[in-house]
């Protein structure tokens, strides 16, 4: 190694993407990893790249999605995450899901096989070495405790935190055909899809109203003392806490009907629990935005009332685990460096961003940044007026740093658009994409 080597550390999305784009600067990487030597409560593989909750990197639409069109940004940028994900896309609608085994796997080979990155297994279980003059740290919700009090020190900050729920996985031939159906929401084919990429489970009133019954009433885990004051975060609440919000409120959330019809009798259900496949081979599809802090007698027994699921044998219950992420606003700089130790700087959800993608996206900013400066060049940062740009801006100084909760890429993160006020909804969304992607395009230009 002719030049000094990028410490990153964490192998999730953040972590290696982060990894790849560095590496492909030219600049070496050390991928730290602490998995297999320490586990955590929510992974279940050593794999660089492991998806711990929803095979799911969500719509895939790039001109009236804020999330599908910062996908397409990453393809513009040469995005492992992105390449990897259209080799292993599994049918999911419109939106881009994965096989979460071979996702991982690949994920893990391109780095192993990479000439410039080394991977070293083993925690980090303190403030990295001072020698280590540029450091990533991309360790994700789950820090380990011990790399988490030092960032507390440092930072002079109480860590923020939030629960993260997992869904359950239900083997594909256990669920009852004979009453659910195929079908994807208004009939939307994706990218990996053919309209018919999601199996339905429909509810009549009495059905739903026992339902939510019991899944109100259902026995959950308890949390230790020093977690009952964590907040969730909203786009990953507990079915059952999103239950007790009202009892419509899931017909409005993850059970709504609309889009879809049952195909046995051609009627309109009065809700709807869709499944997604979760593998190549289709043979596991997940529950739907049915994460849930259950405990596990309690889900089989309330999941099985679902219509189709009566016989349905589980791969995975649903869990919960605690999730971590600094208060950015008021600790990073704009180049998503620590303000009071500018070698460190930080990626993924441990920023407080939300999602797989919004991770990855961070990561890879974070990585070009890091080689840059390695390299003596000065990148300057993606405009906010893109996907990418949005979300940096946000939790780099855009969020009030009072208030500051994790966050999806939206377009209320992007700065408003010169248009007529009358141009709303779809038609608005239109006009910040085809902003976004002028400008990112442009931008990209700058970076050769």
């Given amino acids: 190694m002719t030049t000094k080597p990028i410490h990153i550390i964490g192998g999730g999305m953040a972590g290696t993407e982060a990894a790849w784009q560095a590496a492909n600067m030219g600049v070496p990487v050390i991928l730290h990893e602490m998995r297999p030597h320490t586990k955590t409560p929510a992974h279940q593989t050593e794999g660089l790249g492991e998806l711990v909750c929803s095979n799911s990197f969500r719509s895939d639409d790039k001109e009236y999605n804020a999330v599908g069109l910062l996908h397409e940004e990453m393809r513009m940028l040469n995005s492992l995450m992105m390449q990897t994900a259209a080799k292993h896309a599994v049918p999911a609608g419109g939106a881009l899901a994965v096989d979460r085994d071979a996702y991982s796997d690949s994920i893990t080979k391109t780095m192993g096989d990479h000439p410039l990155i080394t991977i070293e297994r083993g925690e980090i279980s303190g403030l990295p070495p001072e020698d280590w003059d540029s450091v990533i740290i991309a360790t994700g919700p789950l820090t380990s405790p011990a790399l988490s ?3 507390k020190e440092i930072t002079d900050e109480d860590s923020l935190a939030f629960f993260d729920a997992i869904a359950p996985i239900v083997y594909k031939d256990s669920i009852n055909m004979d009453v ?3 079908q994807s929401r208004y009939d939307k084919e994706g990218p990996a899809g053919t309209g018919k990429d999601y199996i339905n489970c429909g509810m009549n009133k009495e059905q739903y109203l026992a339902f939510f019954e019991a899944l109100t009433s259902a026995e959950t885990t308890e949390f230790k003392d020093w977690e009952k004051d964590t907040p969730y975060f909203e786009g990953c609440m507990p079915i059952e806490v999103m239950a007790s919000r009202g009892i419509d409120t899931l017909r409005y959330g993850p059970m709504k009907p609309v889009g879809l019809t049952n195909q046995h009798d051609m009627s309109r259900p009065y809700a709807v629990v869709q499944l997604r496949q979760d593998n190549a081979l289709g043979s596991l599809y997940n529950i739907v935005g049915f994460q849930t802090k259950m405990k596990y007698g309690e889900q089989t027994e309330v999941f099985k009332m679902i219509p189709g699921l009566e016989n349905a044998e589980f791969a995975r219950l649903g869990g919960i685990h605690r999730n971590t992420f600094i208060n950015s606003p008021r600790v990073l700089n704009n180049r998503l460096q620590l303000k009071n130790m500018p070698r460190l700087r930080f990626a993924g959800q441990i920023t407080g961003c939300e999602g797989y993608v919004e991770s990855a996206a961070v990561g890879l900013i974070a990585g070009r940044l890091a080689a840059s400066e390695r390299l003596g060049k000065d ?13 940096i801006a946000h939790i780099t100084g855009g969020a009030d740093e009072k208030t500051f909760q994790p966050m999806n890429v939206n377009f209320g993160l992007f700065p408003e658009i010169d248009a007529p006020k009358k141009i709303k909804g779809r038609d608005r969304k239109k006009l910040f994409s085809d ?6 395009a442009d931008w990209i230009k700058t970076l050769s």
């Fill in 180 to 182: 659910a159906w195929y």
């Fill in 435 to 440: 902003r976004a992607l002028v400008d990112i």
């Fill in 379 to 391: 990148m300057t940062m993606p405009p906010a007026t893109t996907a990418l740009g949005a979300i």
């Fill in 149 to 151: 009090t030092a960032i």
